[in-house]
């Protein structure tokens, strides 16, 4: 898990684990801001390059807590990366910005 190899498959275990805690009301055992820590050391850990945690921070998190400005400015952000910038997650990368624009498209119906 995130405890024995935080950097394996580009963050994984965080980034599952940041998308369910961030995800889920707190009535339902979810912690918006524990989501919120464990995608952003995810994609701090990858330098910003595996896009998806972008993605899910402002798809999951910003929007469980209502915040269209960092939604809107995660999203630029991955709009504006190259899916090239991890070779070897170039697919990844260019679905994370796929989702990205499409999420962008129906941020009125978000927020």
């Known amino acids: 898990g995130a ?4 950097h394996y ?3 994984g275990a965080r980034m599952g684990l940041g998308a ?3 995800g889920r009301p707190r009535l339902l ?8 820590r464990e ?4 994609s701090a850990l990858t330098f910003g390059r595996f896009l998806l945690h972008k993605v899910l921070l402002a798809r999951v998190y910003a929007v469980a807590v209502g915040d ?11 709009v504006a990366t ?3 910038v991890l070779p070897e ?3 990844a990368n260019a679905i994370a910005r796929r989702r990205a624009q499409r999420y962008l498209a129906v941020a009125d119906e978000l927020f």
């Open 3 to 6: 405890e024995l190899d935080e």
């Open 9 to 11: 498959y580009y963050c």
């Open 20 to 22: 369910i805690m961030g």
């Open 29 to 36: 055992g979810g912690d918006p801001l524990r989501g919120r």
């Open 39 to 42: 995608l952003e050391r995810a």
């Open 68 to 78: 269209r400005a960092l939604f809107e400015r995660l999203l630029r952000e991955v």
């Open 82 to 84: 190259d899916a090239s």
């Open 89 to 91: 997650q170039r697919l």
